[in-house]
């Protein structure tokens, strides 16, 4: 099934399966890792922690980068273990796992 999914212009291309991580963010604008889903609400769609470094031209984790700014206020004491799960789910320095096949548009 075909979905769009919008990223910013400057984006870097998805790397093939595998290779490292460059930024692009279409595995979190397709769907959120599994914190991902808590803090967006949502299982499919864009992760609302995804978030663009216009400096690096690329996108990042906030829930690495800034976890308390996309927690709610009790759960912000739990920001360093979330953000550690966080990594792992992601696969943080394990190479792209998005099998997305992106056709530019």
């Known amino acids: 099934m075909a979905r769009t999914i919008f990223l910013h212009a400057q984006a870097p291309a998805k790397p093939p399966a595998g ?3 460059n930024g692009c963010g279409v ?7 599994p914190l991902g889903q808590l803090v967006s609400r ?10 663009w ?15 308390t700014r996309h927690l709610p206020g009790p759960l912000h004491a739990l920001a360093p ?3 550690g799960l966080t990594r792992r789910w992601i696969a943080a ?3 792209c796992d998005s099998s997305v096949q992106v056709t530019p548009g």
Not at 27 to 33: G, I, L, R
């Open 19 to 21: 290779e490292p991580c």
């Open 27 to 33: 595995c979190c604008a397709d769907e959120p890792c």
């Open 42 to 51: 949502r299982r499919r769609g864009r992760c609302r922690a995804l978030v």
């Open 53 to 67: 470094d216009e400096a690096q031209h690329l996108y990042r984790c906030g829930m690495l980068m800034t976890p």
């Open 81 to 83: 273990w979330l953000a």
């Open 93 to 95: 320095g394990r190479g």
